[in-house]
């Protein structure tokens, strides 16, 4: 059986057992037509997704998290064939009194899980959201605990190639490797994977929509949620009330388009923001005294694991992919850099000293601090499938919108962005969607004409949905609002500690107050280094970081300016299962044994 667990909170749910459905229920008073009855009148039966117990480090308030499920035609193009699939759901209700509304929640990807989402909200204390509405979760259709697609397995083919390396051999493997992955994922997932698209998956949220007996929701999504709930907005604009789109694609093009900026992103993230702040800490990890000096300590690592990966014990070996892949998982959140240029001091020890104590002890520190640093990325409902996830990501991807790209155009490509942007620009080589038999998929593209205005948050230094792309969605999309956070490169604003973004969503979500004009929020200050940070506290001090920062952030909307402001993951999205960032509270936080990486993480 498989099992949820939730990052923030360290829940464990055995929640197969909880899908269950009943005939009969209240509809709401606008069924949609053309959709079969035996749809419509079914009804959800919650049951707690906790039946027993709460597990250690659940929050206050988790017991009221309940699990269901519905059943949906597999193609909604033939409803009546009757072949259905599953869709598995949570809800979580005021904890007095009825909620005013429903907020249905995506953690993006595509393709994650999202049914233990509502307990990130609760964890971090969103009384206003939680007092209100009723949170919704949602495992999409192929994954989670809804009915699956797969790989078989064919996710990691090619998993340890070397997307530098441009010799014509290991370019033709990395070519080949993503032709049978295609190939595998589509012969896995059978004729359900030609039925997992964005189209199909907003039709299943109507279905839920019309079983919650709600004329209207509203909608929270992340990243590849943006994606989501734009076309939800197109496909049923009369059925919108307040949707935030959080860490935005650009929705208004094609996934090949809008991945196109993850390069540039990653890379700005990575020189910008990362690289400075362990230079300002070079007496701590001795890695460099400016971005570019640590930059080049991260090249001489890599060009030695390149030659020979390194044994970090227990099964787990270093490879320069894997670096590479661990770095970009570790950006999508400031709260990650002190782990992560921890790993790296670690790693420059093991490789300029093998062989003796201080490497044993480094291998060690590196091989612990994976799974915190790969779940920097995924940061919700852990684990993660390792198949369904990157199988559900690949149907979603390769089949919404066509690709141009070709073996050749790949090669050309690659060697562009990988010159400029190295960080991950050589490794969308690996394009699965070049070699997907993709099914006759038509969708509008979403222009926001007749839906009520959208708020977009986005950050500035944003690596996986990248400022570029999130502002030309927001002037393609009529009507939609967005919130700049400025100073910030997190992926993943909305319920992640700043008190200024929190409000001005919260006002829209919940109040119904839409933005008059685009507004910006200061972004969150960066961590310190756990050394720094113990030796303050053990001073009296709470850390210290960078004070006025903190104050601009708590400002809230009133001051808010007036402005616009080694395991791969699927090539085209170097990007994230995003959900809001949240300790693991006071247990030790879960190995992450369901993070699937093709080339990087996903978006």
Same mark, same amino acid.
């Given at each position: 059986?498989?099992?949820? =667990?939730?990052?923030?909170?360290?829940? !464990?749910?055995?929640?197969?057992? =909880?899908?269950?459905?009943?005939?009969?229920?209240?509809?709401?008073?606008?069924?949609?037509?053309?959709?079969? &009855?035996?749809?419509?009148?079914?009804? +959800?039966?919650?049951?707690?997704?906790?039946?027993?117990?709460?597990?250690?480090?659940?929050?206050?308030?988790?017991?009221?998290?309940?699990?269901?499920?519905?059943?949906?035609? *597999?193609?909604?193009?033939?409803?009546?064939?009757?072949?259905? +699939?599953?869709?598995?759901?949570?809800?979580? *209700?005021?904890?007095?009194?009825?909620?005013?509304?429903?907020?249905?929640?995506?953690?993006?990807?595509?393709?994650?899980?999202?049914?233990?989402?509502?307990?990130?909200?609760?964890?971090?204390?969103?009384?206003?959201?939680?007092?209100?509405?009723?949170?919704?979760?949602?495992?999409?259709?192929?994954?989670?605990?809804?009915?699956?697609?797969?790989?078989?397995?064919?996710?990691?083919?090619?998993?340890?190639?070397?997307?530098?390396?441009?010799?014509?051999?290991? +370019?033709?493997?990395?070519? &080949?490797?993503?032709?049978?992955?295609?190939?595998?994922?589509?012969?896995?997932?059978?004729?359900?994977?030609?039925?997992?698209?964005?189209?199909?998956?907003?039709?299943?949220?109507?279905? =839920?929509?019309?079983?919650?007996?709600?004329?209207?929701?509203?909608?929270?999504?992340?990243?590849?949620?943006?994606?989501?709930?734009?076309?939800?907005?197109?496909?049923?604009?009369?059925?919108?009330?307040?949707?935030?789109?959080?860490?935005?694609?650009?929705?208004?093009?094609?996934?090949?388009?809008?991945?196109?900026? $993850?390069?540039?992103?990653?890379?700005?993230?990575?020189?910008?923001?990362?690289?400075?702040?362990?230079?300002?800490?070079? /007496?701590?990890?001795?890695?460099?005294?400016?971005?570019?000096?640590?930059? $080049?300590?991260?090249?001489?690592?890599?060009?030695?694991?390149?030659?020979?990966? !390194?044994?970090?014990?227990?099964?787990?070996?270093?490879?320069?992919?894997?670096?590479?892949?661990?770095?970009?998982?570790?950006?999508? /959140?400031?709260?990650?850099?002190?782990?992560?240029?921890?790993?790296?001091?670690?790693?420059?020890? =093991? !490789?300029?000293?093998?062989?003796?104590?201080?490497?044993?002890?480094?291998?060690?520190?590196?091989?612990? @601090?994976?799974?915190?640093?790969?779940?920097?990325?995924?940061?919700?409902?852990?684990?993660?499938?390792?198949?369904?996830?990157?199988?559900?990501?690949?149907?979603?991807?390769?089949?919404?919108?066509?690709?141009?790209?070709?073996?050749?155009?790949?090669? *050309?490509?690659?060697?562009?962005?990988?010159?400029?942007?190295?960080? +991950?620009?050589?490794?969308?080589?690996?394009?699965?969607?070049?070699?997907?038999?993709?099914?006759?998929?038509?969708?509008?593209?979403? &222009?926001?004409?007749?839906?009520?205005?959208?708020?977009?948050?986005?950050?500035?230094?944003?690596?996986?949905?990248?400022?570029?792309?999130?502002?030309?969605?927001?002037?393609?999309?009529?009507?939609?609002?967005?919130?700049?956070?400025?100073?910030?490169?997190?992926?993943?604003?909305?319920?992640?500690?700043?008190?200024?973004?929190?409000?001005?969503?919260?006002?829209?979500?919940?109040?119904?107050?839409?933005?008059?004009?685009?507004?910006?929020?200061?972004?969150?200050?960066?961590?310190?280094?756990? $050394?720094?940070?113990?030796?303050?506290?053990?001073?009296?001090?709470?850390?210290?970081?960078?004070?006025?920062?903190?104050?601009?952030?708590? $400002?809230?909307?009133?001051?808010?300016? @007036?402005?616009?402001?080694?395991?791969?993951?699927?090539?085209?999205?170097?990007?994230?299962?995003?959900?809001?960032?949240?300790?693991?509270?006071?247990?030790?936080?879960?190995?992450?044994?369901?993070?699937?990486?093709?080339?990087?993480?996903?978006?």
């Amino acid at each position: 059986m498989r099992r949820l =667990l939730l990052a923030a909170t360290g829940v !464990v749910a055995t929640a197969s057992a =909880l899908l269950t459905t009943a005939p009969s229920a209240t509809a709401a008073p606008d069924a949609t037509p053309g959709v079969p &009855d035996r749809y419509l009148h079914q009804q +959800i039966t919650w049951k707690p997704c906790f039946p027993d117990r709460l597990p250690d480090g659940a929050s206050p308030g988790s017991e009221r998290l309940e699990c269901g499920s519905f059943s949906a035609p *597999r193609n909604w193009g033939r409803p009546d064939e009757k072949v259905d +699939i599953v869709v598995a759901v949570s809800r979580l *209700r005021p904890a007095k009194g009825e909620p005013r509304g429903s907020v249905l929640t995506n953690p993006g990807g595509p393709g994650g899980p999202g049914r233990t989402l509502p307990l990130v909200f609760l964890q971090q204390n969103r009384a206003k959201l939680l007092d209100n509405m009723e949170i919704v979760g949602i495992d999409p259709r192929g994954t989670g605990e809804s009915s699956n697609v797969s790989c078989g397995g064919g996710s990691e083919i090619g998993a340890g190639l070397d997307p530098r390396d441009r010799s014509q051999g290991n +370019i033709d493997l990395m070519l &080949d490797s993503a032709a049978l992955a295609a190939k595998f994922c589509q012969t896995k997932s059978g004729e359900l994977g030609r039925y997992v698209t964005t189209e199909q998956t907003v039709k299943d949220l109507d279905l =839920l929509r019309h079983l919650l007996g709600r004329e209207k929701v509203s909608y929270v999504g992340y990243s590849g949620g943006s994606w989501m709930g734009a076309y939800y907005a197109t496909y049923f604009p009369n059925r919108v009330d307040k949707f935030v789109l959080d860490s935005n694609t650009e929705f208004t093009t094609t996934w090949q388009k809008s991945f196109a900026w $993850q390069p540039k992103g990653f890379e700005r993230r990575f020189r910008e923001d990362f690289l400075p702040w362990v230079a300002r800490y070079d /007496g701590v990890y001795h890695l460099g005294t400016t971005g570019e000096a640590v930059r $080049q300590t991260y090249e001489r690592v890599r060009a030695k694991l390149a030659e020979q990966p !390194v044994d970090l014990g227990q099964g787990t070996t270093m490879s320069a992919p894997l670096l590479d892949d661990t770095l970009a998982s570790g950006i999508y /959140g400031k709260t990650a850099f002190p782990d992560l240029a921890d790993a790296l001091a670690q790693l420059n020890t =093991l !490789v300029e000293r093998p062989a003796t104590e201080q490497a044993r002890a480094a291998a060690a520190a590196v091989r612990q @601090a994976l799974p915190r640093l790969t779940r920097a990325a995924l940061p919700g409902v852990l684990p993660v499938s390792a198949d369904a996830f990157p199988a559900t990501f690949y149907n979603i991807t390769c089949n919404d919108t066509p690709t141009t790209a070709t073996r050749q155009s790949l090669i *050309r490509d690659t060697e562009r962005s990988g010159r400029k942007y190295p960080l +991950i620009g050589w490794r969308k080589i690996s394009d699965v969607c070049a070699f997907w038999k993709r099914p006759d998929v038509h969708m509008p593209t979403p &222009d926001g004409k007749g839906v009520p205005p959208v708020l977009m948050v986005q950050s500035v230094n944003d690596p996986a949905t990248p400022m570029e792309g999130a502002k030309r969605a927001h002037e393609a999309f009529a009507n939609s609002r967005m919130l700049t956070v400025t100073a910030e490169g997190d992926h993943g604003i909305y319920s992640a500690g700043n008190a200024c973004v929190d409000e001005v969503v919260e006002k829209y979500l919940v109040d119904g107050v839409v933005p008059e004009r685009d507004l910006s929020c200061a972004g969150t200050p960066l961590p310190e280094p756990k $050394q720094a940070r113990r030796a303050g506290e053990a001073l009296g001090g709470a850390g210290g970081g960078e004070p006025a920062a903190a104050a601009r952030a708590a $400002q809230g909307p009133d001051r808010a300016d @007036a402005a616009l402001s080694g395991r791969r993951a699927p090539a085209e999205a170097t990007g994230a299962l995003l959900v809001p960032r949240a300790p693991c509270g006071s247990r030790k936080c879960p190995e992450d044994r369901g993070n699937n990486r093709r080339s990087g993480e996903r978006e």
